[in-house]
């Protein structure tokens, strides 16, 4: 036996400084986060532009901090391992040190959603508008949607312009993954307040404005090629692939 595994054998295992660390990081920066959604989760629904100007750098750098938090944890986790392996007989504290690293990683991927300027953040508030111009487009129908259809903008702008701000209007019509263009969004004009709940009343589509058409207007940039966000006429919204979208439906069947 070595002079120092003796030594190590006298000696009372102590718990690993980077162990208790790793664990503490990981959960501080949950915490953080959940303060942070809590705090600012009004602003998912009414869109981060209604948010006050000296919030924002608090809501973009709390999401920042809390995800280096966790990095750091993950990291310290997988020294803290590697340590009390090599020491196992005077270090101990494994037990934290993976729990460390465990939570971060789950963490992390909840905290990718969640981040702003995340892609999986703009699918979802892009969905969010296409539900709130549904909803607009429902509580404006007197039996019909907005007519003519290719003023279908217009007539929703002068709508809800009588009960909405013009900014938090506009900003419905833009996919936040799309900064060029006015609207992102076009109509199926084939789509009847009366038509099967599953047929496509909006969709996505490059910028412009009053766009109206079928498949051949949808786009799939605003979200790097991935799909698009389909609004159908029951008012849900659903992430719809490419090689989905020749099973959408565009127009009612004769035998319908």
């Not at 690993?16 to 959940?34: D, E, F, H, K, P």
């Not at 944890?73 to 997988?78: D, K, L, Q, R, S």
């Not at 391992?81 to 934290?96: A, D, M, V």
């Amino acid at each position: 036996m070595s002079e120092t595994e003796a030594k190590a054998q006298g000696q009372k295992p102590k718990v690993s400084i980077l162990a208790i660390v790793s664990l503490l990081l990981s959960i501080l920066g949950i915490c953080l986060l959940v303060l942070i959604l809590d705090g600012f989760g009004i602003y998912s629904f009414i869109g981060q532009s209604k948010m006050p100007f000296y919030l924002r750098p608090l809501y973009v750098y709390g999401h920042l901090v809390s995800g280096l938090m966790v990095i750091a944890g993950i990291a310290a986790g997988i020294f803290a391992i590697k340590e009390i392996r090599n020491k196992r007989r005077i270090l101990k504290g494994g037990q934290f040190a993976i729990s460390g690293v465990l939570i971060g990683v789950v963490f992390l991927v909840f905290w990718v959603w969640h981040s702003p300027g995340s892609p999986f953040t703009a699918r979802k508030r892009c969905a969010a508008n296409l539900r709130a111009l549904g909803t607009c487009m429902l509580i404006y129908t007197t039996g019909d949607y907005p007519m003519p259809t290719d003023k279908w903008c217009d007539l929703l702008i002068e709508y809800m312009d009588t009960t909405v701000d013009m900014r938090a209007i506009e900003k419905c019509f833009k996919c936040p993954a799309n900064k060029k263009g006015r609207c992102h969004y076009a109509m199926n004009p084939r789509c009847k307040p009366n038509s099967p709940g599953d047929m496509v009343l909006l969709f996505e589509t490059k910028g412009g404005w009053n766009q109206v058409g079928g498949p051949e207007l949808v786009t799939f940039e605003n979200h790097e090629g991935k799909g698009c966000n389909v609004l159908f006429n029951d008012l849900h919204v659903e992430f719809v692939k490419p090689e989905q979208l020749g099973e959408l439906k565009w127009e009612v069947e004769e035998d319908e």
